[in-house]
C-alpha cells in the first residue's frame, strides 16, 4: 500500500452494537476497495479482521482489529482509510475505548431490522465522551423487516439533533437496489459487484426526498454563518457547497449524518467510502493532548500537538498482540513526525530506549513491511522490549505521554487453578502476557488464591483459552472466596501454656492474655502490661508475635481475626526452658482460648455499590438489591434522566453482579462497586460460607 500524506488519512472506527454487521462491512469496504478479492463471510471465520480462533468459535469480534485500504473518493483525491473494527459485545467494551483513543471519526453502524439497541446507546456515549466526530451507517437494508424511516426516528428520539440522513433507500429488504442522494437529488442504482449509476428518482421516493432536501439543506446552513446568509437571500446552495459546510460540523461534532446500505449486497458501500474521505477529520484537524517536558508517570505540561510528519517522531502503543510468529506485536498511532525502521525512541514512562526492528502495517493478522510511518498514520513494530499497551515513544530528551482511556473496572472474577506443575510454573509470566495483552484485565490475589479479574464471564472464558492456545498453559476455574474475618463480641480472658520438661532441654512458657472488642476497622492491638517480671521483656515480642500469627491464622471459623484489643496481664516462665518459640507458642494457644472463651462472630465484606439505570427500570434495580441483603443509602435522579442508586452490599451476595444485572436491565444498567466496611454475617447464612474443615 502507498504511503499516504497525512491530509489524506482517515482513522476510522466501527462501533455498534454486537452483531449489527461491522467486520461484515470492513470486508465489504475491503472488497470494493478492491484490496481483497473475495468478501469473506464472519459464519466462515474468513473475514480479514475477525482473525483468532476464540472470535471463529463465537462469531463476534474480541478485539479492534486494524484493516487500512487506499480509496480514490468522488472528490478525485486518493485517501488511506485505517478502519478499527470494534467488538460490539459489551464485555470488549475496553476494546473499543483503546478504538477511540486514536481514531478521527467514528461509523456508529445500527441495524435497519433491530434499530437502535443498547450497544449503540453505549458507543455513542462512549464516543460523545471522547469527543470523537460520528456518521451512521443503516446496515442490512437488504434483511427481511428493513425499515429505514422507523429507525431514523429512534436515532433521532434516541440522540437528539444533529442527525442528518443524506440518503434515502430505493426499496428495502430483497427490493433493495439503491440509494437516493438528498444533496444531489439523484438516484444511484446499485449493479451486483456494488457499484453504482445514476438515475431519475422514481415517483415513490421523489417527493420525499425533495422534502427531505430542502430539510437537510436548511439543518446544515443552519450551522454555517455564511451559507445561512446566502441561503436566507434566496440563493439556493449547491450538494458541493452544502458538502463543504458539512465537513466542518462533523469535525465539530454538531452534525451526525445518516448513511445506508448493505455490505452483503455492496449497496451503499463505496458511498460510505467517499463521506469517510470528503466529510472525516484527517489527523491533522485533531490535535491530540500530550503530556511533555517530565519523563516519569506524573509532572510535565499538557500540549495539544498537531499531527505534522516533518516534525520529531512521537507514537503512541494503544494495542499489543501477542502473534504466534514474531511475538509481541505493538500497534501504534503516529501522532506526529515521521517514525522510521530501526529508529531508536524513549518510553515517556520508563525512559527506556526502544529500537524498532522492522515496522510493518497491519490489516487484520497480515504484516506489510513498511520503511516509515508518517503523523497520524497506524503501523506495527514487533518485539518492543518494555512499552506495553499505552506507552509513548519520542527522541531522548523530549519525553512524553498520551493519556490512553480511562481504566475499567473489572467487576467479574475466577480464581485460577493450574491443572499440572508446568502449567503452575508458566502461569504467573503467562498471566503477564495476557494481560499485556488486554489491559482490561487484571491479575490479584485472594488469599493463597490467584485471581482473574475482568469485565465479564465470557471476557474471561475468552481469556482462558488463549492462556492455554497463546502461552500453552491450562487452568480450571473456581470462585474466589470471600475475604470474610471473625472478631468477637465480648471480652474474655485465658491462658496459654506450654510445658514440656521431661528431663533434658524443656519447653516452658506461660501467658495470661485477655482479649476484648476494639471498634470496627480499628484492627488489632497487643498491649503489654505484665508487671514485676512475670515475663522477661525479652520474651514480650514473642508474646506478640505468637498473638498476631494466631489471628492471622484464623479464629474458631477459620478466618482471619480482626478489631480485637490483647492485653498480655501476666505469666510465668522457667530461667532454663524459656525460649522465644515456647512463648510464641504458649501466647497462639492462649488466644485461641480466649477466642473461644469470647465466641466470635464472622463478619463479611460489604461493597458501597452504585448502580446507574434508566429511570424506568429503577423499582426492578432497588428489589433486586434489597433481595441480595443490600442496604439502600440514596436514589439520585441524574442530568440525563437515568437514576444513581447507592447502597450497601455484602461482596458475598455480588460476584455475578454483572452478570444479573445486565440481564436485569437488558444491558443498560451499569455499576461500580468499592470495598466500604465489615459487618456481621447474619447468623442463618453462616453455615453457608464455612469451609468444611
Ligand atoms: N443480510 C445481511 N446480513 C448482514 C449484513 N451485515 C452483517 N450481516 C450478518 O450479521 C451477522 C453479524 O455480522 P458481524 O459483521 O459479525 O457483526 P459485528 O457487528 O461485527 O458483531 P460483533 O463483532 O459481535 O460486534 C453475520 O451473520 C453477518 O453475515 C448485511 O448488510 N445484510
Ligand atoms: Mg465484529
Redesign the pocket.
Known amino acids: 500500500m502507498d504511503q499516504a500524506s497525512t491530509p489524506r488519512i482517515r482513522t476510522v472506527a466501527?462501533v455498534?452494537?454486537?452483531?449489527?454487521?461491522?467486520?461484515?462491512?470492513?470486508?465489504?469496504l475491503l472488497h470494493r476497495a478492491g484490496v481483497i478479492p473475495r468478501q469473506g463471510?464472519?459464519?466462515d471465520g474468513t473475514?480479514v479482521?475477525?482473525t483468532e480462533p476464540e472470535?471463529h468459535r463465537?462469531?463476534?469480534?474480541?478485539s479492534p482489529a486494524v484493516a487500512p485500504f487506499p480509496w480514490t473518493a468522488s472528490d478525485g483525491e486518493t485517501y488511506k482509510v485505517n478502519l478499527l473494527?470494534?467488538?460490539?459485545?459489551a464485555d470488549?467494551a475496553g476494546g473499543v475505548d483503546a478504538a477511540l483513543a486514536v481514531a478521527d471519526l467514528a461509523v456508529v453502524?445500527v441495524?435497519a431490522v433491530d434499530g437502535v439497541e443498547v450497544?449503540t446507546e453505549t458507543v455513542w456515549q462512549q464516543c460523545a465522551e471522547a469527543g470523537i466526530p460520528r456518521l451512521v451507517f443503516v446496515?442490512?437494508?437488504?434483511?427481511p423487516r428493513a425499515d429505514f424511516h422507523r429507525v431514523l426516528d429512534q436515532l433521532r428520539a434516541t440522540f437528539g439533533a444533529g442527525l442528518v440522513p443524506l440518503e434515502l433507500p430505493l426499496g428495502e429488504e430483497d427490493r433493495l437496489r439503491g440509494v437516493a442522494d438528498v444533496l444531489s437529488d439523484e438516484g444511484l442504482a446499485y449493479d451486483a459487484d456494488g457499484r453504482h449509476h445514476t438515475e431519475a428518482l422514481p415517483d415513490d421516493v421523489a417527493e420525499e426526498e425533495h422534502r427531505l432536501h430542502d430539510e437537510v439543506a436548511e439543518e446544515i446552513v443552519s450551522g454555517d454563518d455564511e451559507q445561512l446568509e446566502r441561503y436566507l437571500s434566496g440563493e439556493v446552495p449547491t450538494a458541493a457547497e452544502l458538502e463543504r459546510a458539512l465537513v466542518h460540523e462533523v469535525r465539530d461534532g454538531l452534525a451526525f449524518p445518516v448513511l445506508l446500505?448493505?455490505?452483503?449486497?455492496g449497496v451503499g458501500v463505496d458511498r460510505l467510502a467517499d463521506y469517510l474521505c470528503e466529510l472525516g477529520p484527517s489527523p491533522a484537524d485533531r490535535p491530540v493532548p500530550v503530556v511533555v517536558g517530565a519523563s516519569g508517570a506524573s509532572g510535565g505540561t499538557r500540549v495539544d500537538v498537531v499531527a505534522d510528519p516533518g516534525a520529531d517522531p512521537l507514537m503512541h502503543v494503544f494495542r499489543t498482540v501477542a502473534d504466534p510468529f514474531v511475538g509481541q506485536v505493538s500497534v501504534f498511532k503516529v501522532i506526529t513526525g515521521t517514525v522510521r525502521a530501526e529508529e531508536r525512541l524513549v518510553n515517556g514512562t520508563t525512559g527506556a530506549e526502544e529500537r524498532l526492528h522492522g515496522l510493518f502495517f497491519l490489516r487484520g493478522k497480515e504484516h506489510e513491511p513498511t520503511a516509515s510511518v508518517v503523523a497520524g498514520d497506524i503501523g506495527a513494530v514487533a518485539k518492543l522490549a518494555g512499552s506495553p499497551t499505552g506507552s509513548t515513544l519520542s527522541r531522548r530528551g523530549t519525553p512524553a505521554r498520551v493519556a490512553g482511556p480511562p481504566p475499567r473496572s473489572t467487576p467479574y472474577a475466577l480464581a485460577l487453578r493450574p491443572v499440572t506443575q508446568a502449567d503452575d510454573d508458566k502461569l504467573s509470566s503467562a498471566l503477564q502476557r495476557l494481560v499485556g495483552e488486554d489491559p482490561t484485565l487484571a491479575i490479584d490475589r485472594s488469599g493463597a488464591q490467584t485471581v482473574l479479574r475482568g469485565a465479564g464471564d465470557t471476557h474471561l472464558a475468552v481469556a482462558l483459552e488463549r492462556l492455554a492456545r497463546k502461552f500453552g498453559v491450562n487452568v480450571t476455574t473456581e470462585p474466589v472466596r470471600i475475604a470474610y474475618r471473625e472478631t468477637i463480641a465480648a471480652p474474655a480472658e485465658a491462658e496459654g501454656k506450654l510445658k514440656k520438661q521431661s528431663g533434658g532441654h524443656g519447653q516452658f512458657a506461660v501467658v495470661q492474655l485477655r482479649v476484648s472488642p476494639a471498634g470496627p476497622g480499628e484492627g488489632t492491638s497487643f498491649v503489654d502490661s505484665v508487671v514485676g517480671g512475670a515475663i522477661p521483656r525479652n520474651y514480650i515480642p514473642a508474646v506478640e508475635r505468637g498473638v498476631t500469627e494466631a489471628m492471622a491464622a484464623g479464629g474458631p471459623h477459620g478466618f482471619p481475626v480482626v478489631d480485637v484489643r490483647v492485653e498480655c496481664y501476666d505469666g510465668k516462665y522457667h530461667s532454663v526452658d524459656s525460649s522465644d518459640m515456647a512463648f510464641r507458642t504458649a501466647a497462639a494457644h492462649g488466644l485461641r482460648e480466649a477466642l473461644a472463651k469470647a465466641g466470635t462472630v464472622v463478619l463479611e465484606p460489604v461493597q458501597r455499590v452504585r448502580v446507574v439505570v434508566p429511570g424506568a427500570l429503577q423499582g426492578d434495580v432497588l428489589g433486586d438489591l434489597s433481595s441480595r441483603r443490600g442496604r439502600i443509602v440514596g436514589t439520585t435522579a441524574l442530568p440525563d434522566g437515568r437514576h444513581e442508586i447507592e447502597a450497601m452490599v455484602p461482596e458475598g451476595e455480588l460476584t455475578r453482579y454483572v452478570l444479573d444485572l445486565r440481564s436485569l436491565t437488558g444491558g443498560r444498567g451499569t455499576f461500580t462497586a468499592e470495598h466500604d466496611h465489615y459487618d456481621a454475617i447474619p447468623a442463618h447464612l453462616l453455615q453457608r460460607i464455612l469451609v468444611p474443615a
Open positions: 466501527l455498534g452494537h454486537s452483531g449489527v454487521g461491522k467486520t461484515t462491512l470492513a470486508e465489504a463471510r464472519v459464519e473475514t479482521c475477525d472470535e463465537r462469531h463476534i469480534s474480541l473494527d470494534c467488538p460490539g459485545y470488549f453502524v441495524s450497544g446496515t442490512k437494508e437488504d434483511k446500505g448493505s455490505a452483503v449486497t
